[in-house]
């Protein structure tokens, strides 16, 4: 029986505030914890990611869900979907009800009202915080100083159960001040993250065109495959990514085996990782801990 691993994190970030640091930070380990008990009570990793990623979802510091940032027009709008709290649950659903990757706009809310997933106004996943970054994202391109790789959220989680399952899940609203119809890595197969038995799972986060542009889930996948460690897969692809598109990110790694990793480019990450009843967490470079999990 295989030994029970989840990795979740909280986007990357250019910085984050000391005000919200601690908040951040429970709610990345409320996420570990949640999925890890799953993954305990010998739930599947997909029951596992799914669990995890609707914690941040439904926490307002993150940006998916309720927390997601707006785009040109102030409206919520997670890449693919709109009014909807939890897109993970509706992507879980498109996976194993529809022989398809991907639905988007009206088909996407008529078959999330077909499976029970309840829609709710746009204006409910709003937050004043930001509607403020999106002025102040608005009045920096008026002034040229806006910078594309400083809004870089997005969460995620991967997993590996009791069976040696692997599995991903991302979510995302996107980037502050997108245009109208702007879908980025997330809901993209090899770029937003990949999950493969036979090699690991790998959620992304970060500029998501760069991330695109380099394919950087799969990329990192293939590197493993060519027998480098997680580490040195995530460190080689993310270093592609830089110097290729000058894009920064990050990315969680997991393996049949168990093993796992979280690097980034990007200058914090929110993250953490659950196994054998010990919680690893961190935000910043040099910024790690380990507690005993209840």
Known sequence: MNSAVIVVH??????????????VRQGIVKAATVGYNILKEGGSAVDAVEGAVV???????????????????????????????????????????????????QGAAKFAADNGIPA?????????RNKKRLEKEKHEKCAQKSDPQKSLGTVGAVAVDCRGNVAYATSTGGIVNKMLGRVGDTPCIGSGGYADNDIGAISTTGHGES?????????????VEQGKTLEEAAEASL??????????????????AGDWAVKWTSASMPWAAAKDGKLHSGIDLSDTSVTDLP
């Open 239 to 256: 270093g592609y990514m830089k110097s290729k598109v000058k894009g920064v990110g990050g990315v969680i790694v997991v393996n049949k």
């Open 211 to 223: 991330i695109l542009k380099v394919n950087l889930a799969r990329l990192t996948l293939f590197h």
């Open 55 to 105: 914690v941040l979802e439904d926490d307002a510091e993150f940006n998916a869900g309720h927390g997601s940032v707006l785009n040109e027009n102030g409206e919520v709008e997670m890449d693919a979907i709109r009014c909807v709290a939890n897109p993970i649950k509706l992507a879980r659903l498109v996976m194993e009800k529809t022989h398809h990757c991907f639905l988007t706009d």
């Open 120 to 128: 709710i106004p746009g204006e409910q996943l709003v937050t004043e």
């Open 10 to 23: 909280g986007g990357g970030a250019s910085c984050i505030s000391k005000d919200r640091k601690e908040r």
